[in-house]
């Protein structure tokens, strides 16, 4: 028997998930390239080299020497999984050392078209010590919004007010593979994290400005975001390249594009995979490290998409192959404000059950999570337990090939 071990609940423990598979399966796990877990002193020294900006004490004693003194910080949400309780303390003992009297920071959570995040997730994210000190915010996308115009691709500017109101504007996210724009991080935590309903629903129009995972040099809503990003002022950002284990394998602060363009050469060697030789049978795609909820789960495949881009007529799935998409998705369906079910962007009401979720269009899709009912998957091959789950591959398949991708929506092929 193989056994094999991944990652999973992100944010619920942090804990492994064990597949066992019967021993004449061919079974291999693809692990990324991946890099050790910075320590305190490794990422004081980054933040001690920002790229394209002055250190963060540096900038908080030009605020204070202007004549301004208020400090606004956009940290991504708990469906993120940037560390930033790690980070916190730091930000704030360099912000006192520029002169600013932490009274005056308000932490803003930027939970764009997700749910408002609950007290005990503002301890798990930013840590106890920032939440006892710091006057924090969850963004609203539906009032108090400060109006900016419009961006020159036409997107309505309207951004939270507790972030916009801020003299120093800091952001706060992770770099990772999205079919958006690009790689997450850099100005996005502020476009779509703080903004308004209006400005996020421009920008999530389908069609309307181009995309591309892992493009960022050619991409109209990577372009957009850092245009609006210059255009309300966002002085720095600390942006994170995660470990397989949700680690810190790298820490980017300065200029949100300058930083971001750095974090993302980090971030293709650290998430680079190597991919299977062969078309598999099976290719088992984990979410983690986003895989609080199941709205996110989608974002598991990013490895499967990844290897499209990267070596175009190499297939990864053979003709007919499943593709099992696992989340541990504690927080179960989840909500999403533009694409959850009935929503502007998302899937309408209908019998769910006479249609199998497909892999562009080729390759059935079935889920494991003990938190996801068949209903909230709207698929008939949902599973809560790894067992049943196999049992059903075993009836289609004798001695099949089986990739397992431990962090798919972090992994991007090589």
């Not at 999205?178 to 997450?184: E, K, M, T, V």
């Not at 989840?334 to 059950?353: F, P, Q, V």
Request: aromatic share 8%; hydrophobic share 40%.
């Amino acid at each position: 028997m193989t056994h094999i071990c991944i990652p999973w609940h992100s944010w619920y423990g942090d804990h492994d998930l064990a597949l066992d598979f019967p021993k004449d399966w061919r079974v291999r796990a693809y692990w990324p390239a991946d890099g050790p877990d910075m320590d305190e002193a490794d990422i004081e020294a980054a933040m001690d080299a920002p790229i394209g900006t002055p250190t963060l004490e540096s900038l908080a004693r030009q605020t204070v020497a202007a004549g301004k003194r208020t400090v606004s910080i956009a940290v991504d949400d708990i469906s993120r999984p940037t560390p930033a309780a790690r980070l916190m303390p730091l930000v704030m003992q360099r912000l006192e050392a520029g002169g600013i009297d932490l009274d005056d920071v308000k932490v803003v959570l930027a939970v764009g078209m997700h749910r408002l995040m609950t007290k005990e997730e503002m301890r798990k994210k930013l840590g106890d010590l920032a939440v006892e000190r710091l006057d924090i915010y969850n963004s609203f996308a539906h009032d108090g919004h400060v109006d900016y115009g419009f961006s020159s691709r036409g997107t309505p500017i309207k951004l939270c007010r507790q972030f916009a109101e801020g003299d120093l504007k800091i952001g706060i996210g992770s770099i990772m593979p999205h079919g958006g724009p690009g790689f997450g991080g850099g100005a996005k935590v502020v476009f779509p994290g703080v903004a308004s309903y209006e400005t996020v629903a421009s920008m999530h129009k389908p069609g309307r400005l181009g995309t591309g995972l892992l493009n960022v040099d050619h991409n109209e809503l990577r372009a957009d975001i850092e245009e609006m990003g210059r255009k309300v002022g966002l002085d720095v950002i600390i942006n994170l390249v995660l470990t397989s284990r949700r680690g810190i394998a790298g820490v980017y602060v300065g200029d949100f594009v300058q930083a971001h363009r750095a974090g993302v050469e980090q971030a293709r060697a650290v998430y680079a995979t190597k991919m299977p030789e062969a078309p598999v049978d099976i290719a088992i795609c984990n979410a983690y490290p986003k895989d609080t909820d199941f709205l996110q789960a989608g974002l598991g495949l990013n490895v499967i998409a990844s290897a499209e881009l990267a070596t175009p007529g190499h297939e990864i799935l053979k003709p007919g192959a499943t593709v099992v998409l696992i989340s541990a998705s504690p927080e179960g369906r989840g909500h999403h404000a533009l694409y959850s079910t009935g929503m502007i962007y998302g899937r309408r009401e209908g019998d769910w059950r006479s249609s199998q979720p497909m892999y562009k269009e080729q390759h059935p899709i079935v889920y494991l999570s003990p938190h996801v009912t068949r209903q909230d998957a709207r698929c008939v091959h949902t599973y809560s337990s790894w067992g049943t789950l196999q049992d059903f591959l075993a009836s289609r398949y004798t001695s099949p090939n089986v990739a397992v991708f431990p962090c798919g929506a972090n992994q991007i092929a090589v």
